[in-house]
């Protein structure tokens, strides 16, 4: 869904910064162990390069951010970082990857910051079928206080449960919180995000499950039927051309946060990347979090 071509020109460029990021990965893979044939290369070697390739590609993506943010400042589906790539042959195997846009989903940490984000929360799980008996321990879990939510709140007091506190550094804490059952972590999965401090959500990108989570009554249709005809240039364009009327606090067009994917194959070796990466309003890219682990 994040591979919408923009254009030969943007394909072309992203294919010439890859190369140049590739060669510099090999050249670095051979300056470590010395010019080998892949059939003689022992397991150990294999994973090593892939682990090598899997970086290279993190840092494709970095680069790539960072010339997006000199371009403009909006972010839109129809930009070159998101076109992705689908598989790419290297020497014994390929490598494929794409960039996610993190604030086109609901931030779980924005629930503390205000009333109008609970209730955004609350009508994505009541779109989706959810059950938002959660939500108070959900709060509880957050909040660094101790005093429990009534009626589903849970704090220390609960089971052999230990709230945390704080911020989710990681989605997947969502599923120790109490009355979060596997049907619930797995339906709100891919619309959710635990991005650090409040973020915004990026008009340009979100899906149309997160656009109807803003109001009541809202068209997705008419929404992304707009969006293709144009991105929205500011969130007041977003509001005027839609017609809409709703809270507007929280809104952007712009992102900060991007998950990069990479999928290596190197051999019988198969590697997975999966970093989070924090782009300022220059440019300057920061890795915030990196997986790195076979698929
Ligand atoms: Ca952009
Ligand atoms: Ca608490």
Request: proline letters at 3%; one cysteine or more.
């Amino acid at each position: 869904m994040f591979c919408k071509p923009s254009g030969e020109s943007g394909i072309a460029l992203l294919s010439a910064i890859l190369v140049l990021v590739i060669a510099s990965v090999i050249s670095v893979s051979i300056a470590h162990q010395g010019a080998f044939s892949i059939r003689k290369t022992s397991r150990i070697q294999l994973m090593d390069k892939a682990r090598h390739y899997a970086l290279g590609l993190e840092d494709w993506a970095r680069i790539f951010l960072s010339k997006d943010r000199k371009d403009s400042s909006v972010d839109h589906l129809g930009e070159d970082w998101a076109i992705g790539i689908p598989g790419l042959p290297i020497e014994g195997g390929f490598l494929a990857g794409f960039l996610e846009d993190e604030q086109a989903k609901f931030n779980l940490n924005n629930l503390l910051g205000s009333e109008e984000s609970v209730n955004r929360f609350k009508r994505l799980c009541n779109n989706l079928n959810v059950d938002t008996t959660f939500v108070p321990a959900l709060l509880d879990w957050l909040d660094d206080d101790f005093e429990v939510r009534y009626p589903d709140g849970a704090e220390e007091n609960y089971e052999s449960y230990r709230v945390a506190n704080r911020e989710m550094v990681d989605v997947s804490e969502l599923f120790l919180v109490k009355n979060v059952t596997p049907e619930i972590f797995q339906t709100l999965r891919p619309y959710i995000a635990a991005l650090p401090g409040p973020t915004k959500l990026n008009v340009n990108t979100m899906s149309e499950t997160i656009f109807l989570s803003l109001g009541d009554d809202l068209e997705a249709d008419a929404f992304i039927d707009e969006r293709e005809e144009k991105e929205f240039s500011d969130v007041q364009d977003f509001i005027q051309r839609l017609q809409l009327t709703l809270e507007e606090s929280g809104l952007s067009v712009s992102t900060n946060y991007f998950l990069a994917h990479g999928q290596v194959t190197v051999g019988e070796q198969e590697l997975s990347l999966n970093s989070l990466i924090y782009r300022d309003s220059e440019g300057k890219t920061l890795i915030i979090s990196r997986t790195l682990g076979r698929y």
